[in-house]
């Protein structure tokens, strides 16, 4: 199982016979008890080593709606090594109390947990400081050393900050906040700008700590979906023959917001939709459909095989992307009739797109031809998105060109599924071609199953230390190497988007 084993993969590490008879369902404690034992025993954890999970930026929106109560969910359930504190580091004046009030309307604690979520509580604590103060960073280790064990802990920081703040914090924990054990940091995205400002960023974080102690955090790598897409291509045998360019017509990524900014306006409109999704989010996706068959599950070995996929792919070019930008509706409800530049954040005026659509080509010999359509937006009509192949006709039709094109979709979100569109005969007397769906919806097939939240999986896989679904330098670099060129030339024309009404 290793150490990314989830609960609904604890449960379903019970040997069956066939044709025995199922034994009683286990409780949740049970499953994360089997899961912590597996942990502890491939080494992931080093039992009665005290660990130190440190938020910088512990006042923000980030900490407060998920990690505080990401590491909470992980406490409750038993997996988190035994010794784990929690330590809360901004510039505002907060107390553990005050985190606690801030923080329980999204921890989900039902009343039978308060005990527990006392314990969990009563390992925190708070250091206030400026992020720009090297000194106010010596008076946060000396917090570290003087808690149990602090000097030879081992210490994880997360920067739940703005990118501006990156490089002085990263310099002042190298600097005066290195502990005994191991010391990783998570960096949350945008990991740059451009190209340019990326590779400064990856030059200034490897100048200081090694790549294994770096987790560059991009949550859509720790969901349910995308993590099956690699079991889906290289555990089915069935598969295999058919993802390629002989048989595949196009590959379409989606992703779809219903609603817009939401008071994030002054954040998005100086990033835009390309580099909060389309750059991230779905590139990733891409290469997990488009990737060689990596030599082993190894963090490496995968992200060599995307590295591959990404070096395979030229700068995107302005005449294979549309731009859009919502406008309110008047026939829409309140929220809606409010158009991005309606934003009081957003610049008077401003050009950055809130939808765009890009065509890119994979130029290998598995992809050579096939276009693979990418398309984000905010404001649109529903909230969802997915990984769509769209496989050739069927050579040699024989049925009136009635029949459509088969179609494999995996969705991400919401009600996650896999599902197949194929032809079948409708039932009936006449001998007409249908079609129908073979749907694995994952609400139906695992009813009783709580799928992890994508920070959970991720935050334990960098208490693991596995970086199998973090992004490495080398693959940012390729990232960015696509999309700077257009980003650039968007920029400096200022062209106005198509406008688009909410919803």
Same mark, same amino acid.
């Given at each position: 199982?290793?150490?990314?084993?989830?609960?609904?993969?604890?449960?379903?590490?019970?040997?069956?016979?066939?044709?025995?008879?199922?034994?009683?369902?286990?409780?949740?404690?049970?499953?994360?008890?089997?899961?912590?034992?597996?942990?502890?025993?491939?080494?992931?954890?080093?039992?009665?080593?005290?660990?130190?999970?440190?938020?910088?930026?512990?006042?923000?929106?980030?900490?407060?709606?998920?990690?505080?109560?990401?590491?909470?969910?992980?406490?409750?359930?038993?997996?988190?090594?035994?010794?784990?504190?929690?330590?809360?580091?901004?510039?505002?004046?907060?107390?553990?109390?005050?985190?606690?009030?801030?923080?329980?309307?999204?921890?989900?604690?039902?009343?039978?947990?308060?005990?527990?979520?006392?314990?969990?509580?009563? !390992?925190? &604590?708070?250091?206030? @400081?400026?992020?720009?103060? *090297?000194?106010?960073?010596? %008076?946060? #280790?000396?917090? =570290?050393?003087?808690?149990?064990?602090?000097?030879?802990?081992?210490?994880?920081?997360?920067?739940?900050?703005?990118?501006?703040?990156?490089?002085?914090?990263?310099?002042?924990?190298?600097?005066?906040?290195?502990?005994?054990?191991?010391?990783?940091?998570?960096?949350?995205?945008?990991?740059?700008?451009?190209?340019?400002?990326?590779? !400064?960023? &990856?030059?200034?974080? @490897?100048?200081?700590?090694? *790549?294994?102690?770096?987790? %560059?955090? #991009?949550?859509? =790598?720790?969901?349910?979906?995308?993590?099956?897409?690699?079991?889906?291509?290289?555990?089915?045998?069935?598969?295999?023959?058919?993802?390629?360019?002989?048989?595949?017509?196009?590959?379409?990524?989606?992703?779809?917001?219903?609603?817009?900014?939401?008071?994030?306006?002054?954040?998005?409109?100086?990033?835009?939709?390309?580099?909060?999704?389309?750059?991230?989010?779905?590139?990733?996706?891409?290469?997990?459909?488009?990737?060689?068959?990596?030599?082993?599950?190894?963090?490496?070995?995968?992200?060599?095989?995307?590295?591959?996929?990404?070096?395979?792919?030229?700068?995107?070019?302005?005449?294979?992307?549309?731009?859009?930008?919502?406008?309110?509706?008047?026939?829409?409800?309140?929220?809606?009739?409010?158009?991005?530049?309606?934003?009081?954040?957003?610049?008077?005026?401003?050009?950055?797109?809130?939808?765009?659509?890009?065509?890119?080509?994979?130029?290998?010999?598995?992809?050579?031809?096939?276009?693979?359509?990418?398309?984000?937006?905010?404001?649109?009509?529903?909230?969802?998105?997915?990984?769509?192949?769209?496989?050739?006709?069927?050579?040699?039709?024989?049925?009136?060109?009635?029949?459509?094109?088969?179609?494999?979709?995996?969705?991400?979100?919401?009600?996650?599924?896999?599902?197949?569109?194929?032809?079948?005969?409708?039932?009936?007397?006449?001998?007409?071609?249908?079609?129908?769906?073979?749907?694995?919806?994952?609400?139906?097939?695992?009813?009783?199953?709580?799928?992890?939240?994508?920070?959970?999986?991720?935050?334990?896989?960098?208490?693991?230390?596995?970086?199998?679904?973090?992004?490495?330098?080398?693959?940012?670099?390729?990232?960015?190497?696509?999309?700077?060129?257009?980003?650039?030339?968007?920029?400096?024309?200022?062209?106005?988007?198509?406008?688009?009404?909410?919803?």
């Amino acid at each position: 199982m290793g150490t990314r084993a989830s609960v609904r993969e604890a449960a379903a590490a019970r040997p069956e016979r066939a044709g025995a008879m199922a034994g009683p369902e286990l409780s949740r404690s049970e499953v994360c008890g089997m899961l912590r034992q597996e942990l502890s025993r491939d080494g992931a954890f080093l039992q009665g080593q005290p660990h130190v999970f440190v938020i910088l930026g512990a006042s923000g929106d980030l900490a407060r709606k998920k990690i505080y109560p990401t590491i909470w969910w992980l406490f409750r359930d038993g997996l988190l090594p035994d010794d784990t504190r929690v330590v809360g580091f901004a510039r505002s004046p907060l107390s553990v109390e005050q985190i606690r009030e801030q923080t329980l309307p999204y921890l989900k604690a039902s009343p039978s947990e308060e005990p527990r979520l006392a314990q969990f509580f009563g !390992a925190q &604590s708070f250091v206030r @400081g400026q992020y720009g103060e *090297e000194g106010d960073f010596g %008076r946060l #280790d000396q917090h =570290l050393r003087a808690l149990p064990g602090g000097a030879g802990a081992n210490r994880l920081f997360y920067l739940a900050l703005p990118p501006s703040l990156y490089v002085p914090v990263t310099r002042h924990i190298r600097a005066r906040c290195m502990g005994g054990g191991w010391n990783r940091v998570i960096v949350e995205k945008p990991f740059g700008r451009d190209l340019g400002s990326s590779e !400064a960023l &990856s030059a200034h974080l @490897g100048g200081l700590f090694r *790549e294994e102690q770096i987790f %560059r955090i #991009d949550h859509y =790598l720790g969901k349910e979906m995308v993590q099956s897409l690699m079991v889906l291509r290289f555990g089915n045998r069935i598969f295999g023959p058919i993802w390629n360019r002989d048989n595949v017509a196009c590959v379409v990524l989606n992703f779809k917001e219903p609603f817009g900014t939401e008071g994030r306006g002054g954040y998005f409109d100086d990033f835009g939709i390309i580099r909060d999704v389309m750059q991230n989010h779905l590139l990733q996706m891409l290469c997990l459909v488009a990737m060689e068959k990596p030599a082993s599950t190894d963090p490496d070995d995968v992200r060599d095989e995307k590295v591959k996929v990404l070096k395979c792919i030229g700068p995107v070019g302005r005449e294979d992307v549309v731009l859009g930008q919502y406008v309110g509706n008047p026939e829409g409800p309140p929220e809606a009739q409010k158009g991005y530049l309606d934003d009081p954040t957003v610049a008077p005026g401003s050009t950055t797109p809130t939808f765009a659509a890009a065509i890119l080509r994979v130029a290998n010999e598995r992809w050579d031809g096939v276009p693979f359509v990418m398309r984000c937006g905010k404001a649109l009509n529903e909230r969802k998105a997915e990984v769509r192949l769209q496989f050739r006709e069927v050579p040699g039709d024989i049925f009136g060109r009635q029949c459509k094109r088969n179609e494999l979709v995996v969705r991400v979100q919401p009600d996650e599924a896999v599902y197949t569109k194929l032809m079948t005969k409708k039932p009936g007397m006449f001998f007409n071609p249908e079609e129908s769906e073979l749907d694995l919806t994952y609400g139906n097939r695992y009813k009783d199953v709580k799928l992890p939240d994508a920070y959970e999986r991720l935050i334990l896989d960098v208490f693991c230390g596995n970086q199998m679904h973090f992004v490495r330098s080398d693959e940012l670099r390729e990232a960015w190497r696509i999309f700077t060129p257009l980003l650039h030339e968007i920029e400096e024309k200022k062209e106005k988007p198509l406008p688009y009404p909410y919803g």
